[in-house]
């Protein structure tokens, strides 16, 4: 009697445990290899295959969201700290501690600059060993930091030891190697500037690593928002410090000194408002709020109806000063991004038109605009106030966007595996759509953009999803961009989305399998057109398929 064949179950169970228990990527790898080795027949051993790499899949996945998380706490904790402490050496101690977590990296520093001497030194190390590290003072333009102080800008390099852009001077030069760093990222803290503008540099933050390393867009822009926290919690700390010294000696002065004495308590009253309603802001995000309750709240503090509206000009929020929300029209393009590089330019809120307009900066990258309706000018107290409203919009609409795009992404597979493999169980997919919040029950609409259309559909799909205004889910696919929604003709966007796609266009095929699939996920991607003009989303041309 012949013994069974291998079988693939204890692989598969195998894989399960494995995930289970974090196991790194090469020990799932090994499962193919084991059950190969055992004799496992070629139809099981696929499956094991398939399996294989759907686990490398959720593991990535996982590894993901937990960097995120904590990304998040680190941030929740960083304002946290800032709002609890008054003390300079406690905010820079928790900036430079935050940094360090936030990044991953084996070490982070600040430093500041040195009015008298002209340079820069060491204020604050974390993970340091080295007492020569510690004690470099760098002149305006040398080494990394000097470049990154004389720019205003962030700079990022893999191996600081071999980079020719930056100046490399003995000293430095001793201190990094006696130090051990390698990867080093430095971004400018920015006064008076939405971050990448050009306001006063009153320190430099850095992440570095022992070992090579490449920063990520995604980690410069973070270390930026932290940036942009932190200078403003230095410069309250700094101006908190010098309104109780001139209290304290006016309290000393005789009655002649009561005008300046109330000018005082006026500046510090000004001062507590914009650092409340910091807070308050700040407390907006961690609460995962959106842009509207930012906008109701800047809105009521200021006094003046408020809209912030994206790069293309089109409304994310509009809000009255009792919190009541109206109808914006979308602003023009061209007026927007003037306005913005202005503000950009001068580190500070412009006036145009009879509006008060602030950039909304990550990095270089511009991500919205906050445009004041109101005639009479801004005082410096609401100016400053208005500004920072802007560095927490811009770190609101980051993280949202960070989290929107890891999400999306994830639900994008469902998109390709209902395109193109034909052998998938409808049930199990169908499974899988319910687990991700997208119901293949239900009717849907399919767009699909191609050369330049797909440039276009690509942000406008991330828009529609980031915003909330469609459900649904954007993936690539064999060169095309696809947007996948519900189309049951109950809701605005989706009849406004079909009304527009509804233009003459050329038939796209359907996806492979279309004709033999009628459960549920089943030809639920009927033909595609390309459109020409408005197309279903702003932003231009789309294909669309719709289906019902």
Not at 294 to 318: E, F, M, Q
Request: glycine share 12%; charged share 25%; aromatic share 2%.
């Amino acid at each position: 009697m012949s013994e069974p064949l291998p079988s693939a179950a204890p692989h598969l169970r195998h894989l399960f445990d494995l995930l289970a228990d974090d196991a790194p990527a090469e020990a799932l790898g090994a499962v193919l290899s084991t059950a190969r080795a055992d004799g496992v027949p070629a139809g099981e051993l696929a499956e094991v295959e398939r399996a294989t790499a759907t686990a490398l899949r959720i593991r990535g996945a996982l590894r993901q969201h937990r960097r995120r998380e904590l990304q998040l706490t680190a941030l929740f904790d960083t304002a946290g700290d800032l709002a609890a402490s008054r003390d300079l050496d406690d905010v820079l101690k928790a900036i430079v501690r935050r940094a360090r977590m936030l990044l991953g990296t084996d070490t982070a520093y600040l430093t500041l600059p040195d009015e008298e001497a002209g340079d820069t030194y060491m204020r604050v190390t974390d993970g340091s060993v080295s007492l020569l590290f510690q004690r470099l003072r760098l002149e305006l333009g040398e080494g990394l930091g000097g470049l990154v102080a004389q720019t205003a800008s962030p700079y990022a390099t893999p191996d600081y030891r071999t980079d020719e852009r930056f100046h490399h001077t003995r000293n430095i030069n001793a201190g990094v190697l006696d130090e051990g760093l390698v990867a080093i990222l430095g971004v400018p803290l920015l006064l008076g500037s939405s971050r990448g503008g050009t306001g006063k540099v009153i320190g430099v933050l850095f992440a570095a690593d022992r070992a090579p390393r490449v920063f990520s867009p995604d980690e410069v822009a973070l270390l930026c928002s932290l940036a942009a926290h932190a200078a403003i919690a230095i410069d309250t700390a700094r101006a908190l410090a010098d309104t109780t010294s001139a209290l304290a000696e006016l309290a000393a002065a005789n009655a002649e000194l009561a005008e300046a004495n109330a000018s005082v308590r006026a500046h510090s009253a000004a001062m507590r408002r914009a650092e409340e309603s910091h807070d308050r802001l700040t407390d907006l995000v961690l609460r995962g709020r959106d842009v509207k309750d930012v906008a109701a709240a800047v809105a009521g503090l200021l006094g003046s109806p408020l809209t912030i509206h994206d790069p293309g000009g089109r409304p994310l929020a509009a809000v009255r000063p009792d919190g009541t929300g109206f109808a914006a029209d979308s602003m023009d393009a061209g007026w927007l991004a003037e306005a913005a590089e202005e503000s950009r330019t001068g580190a500070r809120a412009v006036r145009r038109d009879g509006r008060v307009v602030c950039a909304v900066l990550a990095g270089q990258e511009l991500l919205a605009g906050l445009v004041l309706h109101r005639s009479r000018p801004l005082d410096d107290s609401d100016r400053r106030l208005f500004e920072r409203s802007s560095v927490v919009t811009g770190l609101l609409l980051l993280l949202r966007r960070t989290v929107a795009e890891t999400e999306n992404r994830i639900r994008g597979e469902l998109i390709t595996d209902l395109l193109t493999d034909t052998g998938r169980d409808p049930a199990g997919l169908a499974e899988r759509g319910r687990r991700l919040g997208i119901d293949l029950d239900r009717p849907h609409l399919l767009l699909v953009a191609e050369t330049g259309a797909r440039e276009r559909l690509a942000p406008a799909a991330m828009r529609y999803l980031f915003g909330g205004e469609i459900h649904g889910v954007s993936a690539e696919h064999a060169g095309a961009v696809v947007l996948l929604i519900e189309a049951d003709g109950s809701g605005p966007a989706a009849g406004a989305v079909a009304r527009s796609a509804a233009a003459p266009a050329r038939p796209a095929g359907p996806g492979p399998g279309h004709r033999r699939r009628h459960g549920p996920g089943r030809g639920r991607a009927g033909a595609g057109r390309r459109v020409r003009g408005g197309g279903a989303l702003p932003a231009g041309d789309a294909g669309a398929g719709a289906h019902g």
